[in-house]
C-alpha cells in the first residue's frame, strides 16, 4: 500500500503542490491526469525520491521514504518521459547495469534479466546496442531498468508519448504484465490512454488533487446526472425537431442525415432521463432503431473538474 | 564500496569507448612527449636527476589540465543527456556517487601516467636515477591530478553543462597553479596563505626531486577531500531545490 499524506513542494517562494493525499493499493494500475504545470511532474519526482518534498510524506508498506533515506528508493522504479539511456550499451548489459545500481548482486541481475526482458519485449533486441534503436524500444528499456530491481512501485511519466499506434499497443500490454508484480502510477496528457489503461484516475490542478476515483465516478462528479446519447432514428425532419423541442431535459442536440430516412441524432440531456426521451420520439412518429451511451467522456470531465478547481 | 566501483567502472569504460577519452589521451601524451624532448632531450648536457624533475614539473601540469577535460562529463553530461536519473533514483547515497566519479577520473588519469612511463624508463635505462625516485615522482604527478580531479568533479557537479563546468574548473586550477605569482603582489598576512596554496612552486618541488614531503601529500589529499565534499554537499542541495 502506498500513502501520500499531506506533500506539498515549494521551489523557492512558489509552491508547485499542496497538500497532495491519496492512496494506491497493491497491484492497481493509477492515472495521473493534469495540465501542463499542474504539479504532475512535481508529484513524481517527489515520488521517485529525486525531491524532498517541503511538507508531507510518502509510505511504502508503512515505510517513510524521507526519513529512510537513499536506501527506500530500491522500492521504486522510474521511468521520466524521456528514457534515461547509456545509449553506447547493449540493451542487456543496460539491464543488467541498472539492476545492480539499484543494489542487485550480479547473480540475482543475471537470473531475473530474461524474465524482465520478456516483460519490457526486449528479448529479440537485447544484444543490440541502444543508440541503434528506435524510439519505442528506448522506452521499452527505460521500463526494464525501472522493474529490474521488483520495485513495489513503478512511476511511469508519459509511457506512451512517441510511440506509434502498433507500439501503443504494445505498450499497454506491457502496463497491464507490470501490474501483476507491482503498482503502477502513470502520469499522461494523452486522456484516451489514461481511460483504457488505468483502474483509477486522480485529476491534478493547480498543484492540488481535485478528484479522484474510476472514470465512473468522475463522471458523476462531473456531470452530475447528465447523459450524451447516440441514436440511429427514422422519421422527419419536422417530427424529430418537434420530439426532441418537446422532451423534458434536453440540453442540446444536433442531427446528421444517413440516407433511406434515417438520422444519427447526438443528444445531451441535463439529467439521465432517457425513457423520457425515447417517449416523445415515439409520440412524434419517429421510429428508434438504435440508442447508445457515448462511450468516452473523460475529455469533458477533466476539462470540468480542472475548470472548476482553477475558478 | 560496491556502489562506488560500479559508478567508476561505467564511467572508465565511458572514456575508453569514446573518441573523446582517446583524443584526451592522444593530446596528454603527445604534448608530454614534445615537453620531453625539447626539455630533456635536446640543449646542453643535464644530470639525469634534473631531467626526472622536469618530466614531473611538466607531466603534472598535462595531467591537471587533462583533468580539466577528463572531468568536465562526469555530472555534466550526465545532467545534459539525463541519465542523472538513473543515480539520483538508485539507492546510492551522494557521497559514494561522486567518490566512483572521482575514481574514474583517477582510473584514467593513472592510465595516462602509466602511457608516459616510457619517458622515465628512458631517463633510468640511460641515466643515474633509481626505481623509487621515479616512484616518488608519479606520486606526485597523481597527487596533483587527484587535486585537479577533485576540483573538476565538484566543477562539473554544479554545472548544467560540460562547457560551464570545464570554465569553471579551468578558473579554479589556474589560480591554485598560479599563486605563486599572486603571492608576490600580496601583503601579509595573505601572502602567507596564497603562497601556501601554490601546487607547484611550494608542494609539488619535492616531489620532483625525488623526496616525499607529507606536508605535500596533506595538502593535495586535504584539497581533494575538500572539493569532493562540495560535490557532494552540491548533490544533496539538489533533492531540496
Request: hydrophobic letters at 50%; glycine letters at 10%; one cysteine or more.
Given at each position: ?29 493509477v ?7 499542474a ?7 517527489v ?20 526519513s ?23 540493451v ?71 510511440l ?15 501490474a ?26 493547480g ?9 465512473a ?6 456531470g ?28 442540446r ?38 440508442m ?20 | 564500496?560496491?556502489?562506488i ?21 592522444a ?34 601540469g ?12 562526469l555530472?555534466?553530461?550526465e ?6 536519473v ?34 622515465p624508463?628512458?631517463?633510468f ?13 608519479y ?38 597553479v ?17 603562497s ?17 614531503d ?8 586535504s ?14 542541495a539538489?533533492?531540496?531545490?
Amino acid at each position: 500500500m502506498i500513502t501520500v499524506e499531506g506533500l506539498t513542494h515549494y521551489y523557492g517562494e512558489r509552491r508547485a503542490i499542496e497538500d497532495i493525499r491519496f492512496q494506491i493499493s497493491e497491484h492497481e494500475i493509477v492515472g495521473f491526469l493534469g495540465l501542463n504545470g499542474a504539479g504532475k511532474s512535481t508529484t513524481l519526482r517527489v515520488l521517485a525520491g529525486l525531491l524532498v518534498p517541503s511538507a508531507g510524506s510518502v509510505t511504502i508498506d508503512g515505510v517513510d521514504l524521507v526519513s529512510a533515506g537513499a536506501t527506500s528508493r530500491a522500492s521504486i522504479g522510474y521511468l521520466p518521459e524521456d528514457p534515461p539511456l547509456y545509449r553506447e550499451m547493449t540493451v542487456r548489459e543496460f539491464v543488467a547495469y541498472c539492476g545492480e545500481l539499484k543494489g542487485l548482486d550480479a547473480r540475482t541481475v543475471e537470473s531475473r534479466l530474461d524474465g524482465v526482458l520478456k516483460i519490457a519485449q526486449l528479448t529479440h533486441v537485447q544484444h543490440r546496442v541502444i543508440q541503434e534503436l528506435s524510439h519505442g524500444y528506448r522506452k521499452r528499456c527505460g521500463i526494464a531498468q525501472a522493474i529490474i530491481h521488483k520495485p513495489k512501485l513503478v512511476i511511469l511519466d508519459e509511457p506512451i508519448s512517441g510511440l506509434d499506434p502498433r507500439q501503443i499497443v504494445e505498450m499497454r500490454q506491457v502496463i497491464r504484465d507490470l501490474a501483476k508484480d507491482c503498482t503502477v502510477l502513470i502520469s499522461s496528457h494523452i486522456l484516451g490512454e489514461i481511460s483504457e489503461t488505468c483502474d483509477r484516475i486522480l485529476v491534478l490542478a493547480g498543484g492540488k488533487i481535485v478528484a479522484q476515483g474510476t472514470e465512473a465516478e468522475l463522471a458523476a462528479r462531473a456531470g452530475g446526472d447528465g447523459a450524451r446519447l447516440t441514436l440511429i432514428v427514422r422519421g422527419t425532419e419536422a417530427g424529430i425537431d418537434a420530439a426532441l423541442t418537446s422532451a423534458p431535459g434536453v440540453l442540446r442536440y444536433d442531427r446528421h442525415e444517413e440516407g433511406a430516412g434515417l438520422w444519427r441524432l447526438h443528444v445531451s440531456l441535463t439529467t439521465d432521463d432517457r425513457e423520457a426521451l425515447v417517449t416523445a420520439l415515439v409520440k412524434a412518429g419517429v421510429g428508434i432503431r438504435k440508442m447508445v451511451e457515448d462511450e468516452s467522456e473523460l475529455e469533458q470531465i477533466f476539462l470540468g473538474l480542472t475548470q472548476g478547481a482553477s475558478a | 564500496m560496491k556502489g562506488i566501483l560500479l559508478v567508476a567502472r561505467r564511467d572508465f569504460w565511458a572514456y575508453i569507448n569514446t573518441v573523446w577519452g582517446w583524443a584526451i589521451l592522444a593530446l596528454a601524451l603527445l604534448l608530454d612527449g614534445v615537453f620531453f624532448n625539447v626539455f630533456g632531450l635536446t640543449g646542453t648536457a643535464q644530470y639525469s636527476a634534473d631531467v626526472l624533475d622536469q618530466f614531473v614539473f611538466f607531466t603534472s601540469g598535462i595531467a591537471l589540465a587533462a583533468a580539466v577535460l577528463i572531468t568536465m562529463r562526469l555530472f555534466a553530461e550526465e545532467r545534459q543527456t539525463g541519465t542523472i536519473v538513473l543515480l539520483d533514483s538508485s539507492p546510492l547515497s551522494e557521497a559514494q556517487i561522486v567518490l566512483g566519479k572521482y575514481l574514474s577520473g583517477m582510473a584514467f588519469l593513472a592510465f595516462f601516467a602509466l602511457l608516459t612511463a616510457y619517458m622515465p624508463a628512458m631517463i633510468f635505462v640511460n641515466g643515474k636515477v633509481s626505481v623509487e625516485q621515479i616512484a616518488v615522482g608519479y606520486l606526485g604527478i597523481l597527487l596533483v591530478g587527484s587535486a585537479g580531479v577533485g576540483i573538476g568533479t565538484w566543477a562539473s557537479a554544479i554545472s548544467r553543462n560540460q562547457l560551464l563546468a570545464a570554465v569553471i574548473s579551468t578558473v579554479v586550477t589556474v589560480f591554485f597553479v598560479t599563486c605563486w605569482m599572486l603571492a608576490r603582489v600580496t601583503d601579509a598576512p595573505f601572502k602567507a596563505i596564497i603562497s601556501y596554496l601554490a601546487f607547484f612552486d611550494k608542494h609539488l618541488q619535492p616531489f620532483q626531486e625525488g623526496r616525499i614531503d607529507t606536508q605535500g601529500v596533506f595538502f593535495f589529499v586535504s584539497l581533494t577531500f575538500a572539493f569532493l565534499l562540495l560535490a557532494n554537499r552540491s548533490l544533496i542541495a539538489r533533492r531540496w531545490e
